[in-house]
């Protein structure tokens, strides 16, 4: 593998050499941001129902400092390089700290980003992107339902993916994408720094766990707008999920996911869905067999005081049903994230091990019933409200350890929340969220009610 990635970089830099000398007017551009958050988790994890004898269950009140800067070089209006560097710091202040009894956690500092890109190949109506890359803003595919974050046990510092990916712009209504990913249990690929801490033990002084195993996937994703109001994204994925490393064992899946989305556009109305099946096998013989989707309708009132928006949403992700020998759990690939919410992300991770080894953001297994509403209170002051009525599709199967977290019912429960954002100016910017779960049948009757609550303030150059 080393001798590959040096073969890689040594092309890389080769073609940068050429380039540069092909092209004599470059361009540079630099940024660097520094963003600043608290957390406070309340009853979150096993909602206060297993035992207190370890860190783990513990509430948690913590800073993260999150640093990133970033350059890209621009050969001409086609081709270029981007590099960004990240580094996040936590503080916790209690009663959970680090496993070492540490308030500090230094964490690792990062390659977040490392990509050259090519537009035009040839001549030809073909985009290339090689390299560390996210696949956030104009690169999402749909919303994020499938692919949001490619490493999701570092939380939100940071949502790369090692891949490559060609864009086929068939005609100004057409295109295509095809995209090659591999991601990795540890980052291999590139360097990290990370402090090594006394009596931390060799876990802690190494990198950073990112994934559940390492992870391949190859992916083909269209893009059409049927007519002025229509937009249709078929695609299909395939994803090879490795044996996990740590805890039990779980067996290497592949797995292949076919579905398509669509939003349909008219006068201040919205209306969208998305639906996917999976199909697969793990390592053994045990078929893997799922369905996910949404459909959601909106309307804003452009005209109106606050300019509100008002949208209802319903998503089902199947869960496993005990009675057949295979698994059909939605497994959401690499959506582990806050899609819905933040707090929820948690209170699965005792439900889903030892397929996810404590990895938050194993969405499966549900339904969601959600009102929403957003108002501009104003140009610069955004507030979102939802009222959220979770449900399970299946009874909770959760490995021995955990089970006294769970009931024998299928109500999850409901989740307000409350999402506040300012901007201050075109440097500074801030939020506030709060979000909070009752836990219904589906959890243990001494299960208590969660908080989360989260605060950031981001500063950018």
Known sequence: MKKILAVALLVLLAGVVYIQEAYAEITYKYGASERIRQEIWDNL??????????????????????????????????????????????????????????????????IDNLYLKANNVFGLPVDLKIGRQDFLGPDMYGEGFLLSDGNPNDGSRCFYFNAAKAKWRINENHNVDVVYITNQFQDRYLPTLRTAVPDAGTYYNHK????????????????????????????????REEKHPLGPPTPELDLNTIGARAVYTTGPWTFGGEFAHQFGEYDGGRDR????????????????????????????????????????????????????????IYVQIYEFI?????????????????????????????????????RANQ?????????????????????????????????IDAFFQYEYFIPGDFYADNAKNGQFLRWQLQFKI
């Open 354 to 390: 030892p397929e996810t080894y404590a990895m938050p953001g194993y969405w499966s297994n549900l339904q969601l019933y959600m009102a929403k509403a957003t108002m501009e209170l104003t140009p610069d002051t955004k507030l979102a409200l939802s009222y959220q009525y979770w």
């Open 45 to 110: 994890l096993d909602l206060k129902t297993l035992p207190r004898g370890n860190n783990t269950n513990y509430d948690r009140n913590f800073f993260r400092f999150k640093t990133s800067l970033w350059g890209s070089v621009d050969f001409n209006k086609d081709t270029g390089i981007f590099l960004k560097l990240t580094s996040e710091v936590y503080y916790n202040l209690g009663p959970y700290r680090q496993p070492w009894n540490q308030h500090l956690d230094e964490n690792e500092g990062v």
């Open 289 to 344: 067999s799922a369905y996910g989707g949404y459909i959601f309708g909106k309307r804003k009132f452009a005209d109106m005081p606050l300019k509100p928006e008002f949208e209802l949403r319903f998503v089902s992700l199947s869960g496993d049903d005990p009675n057949t020998e295979d698994n059909e759990n939605w497994d959401p690939l690499f959506s582990k994230a806050p899609y819905w919410n933040e707090l929820l």
């Open 395 to 427: 009874d909770a199967q959760p490995l021995t350890p955990h089970r006294a977290m769970f009931g024998d019912g299928h109500d999850r429960g409901h989740l307000p929340t409350l999402f506040l954002t300012h901007k201050f100016n075109k440097n």
């Open 208 to 239: 950073k766990i990112l994934n559940a195993s390492d992870e391949q996937a190859f992916m083909v994703y269209g893009r059409d707008k049927i007519n002025e109001n229509l937009n249709v994204e078929p695609y299909y994925i395939f994803k």
